[in-house]
């Protein structure tokens, strides 16, 4: 099932507070999906929801380590 930029977004602050804190969780997610969003829109629009899958199930499996 494809994820939703919210859900990725609501997942990289999860990872955010892991590795930086709850005080950078939010700037980090969102510099995230930004530069996510950013480079696919401009070079490679049709692998944006390809690429929002995987880096969703990467986020997972490190937050699934801790």
């Not at 999860?14 to 969003?37: N, P, Q, W």
């Not at 950013?38 to 499996?61: C, G």
């Amino acid at each position: 099932m494809d994820k939703s930029i919210d859900q990725l977004s609501k997942l990289l602050v999860e990872l955010g507070k892991k590795r930086h804190g709850l005080d950078c969780a939010y700037r980090f997610s969102m510099g995230t999906i930004v530069g996510l969003v950013d480079s696919y829109i401009k070079y490679r629009p049709w692998d944006l929801q390809t690429a929002i899958n995987l880096r969703y199930s990467e986020i997972e499996k490190e937050l699934a380590e801790a």
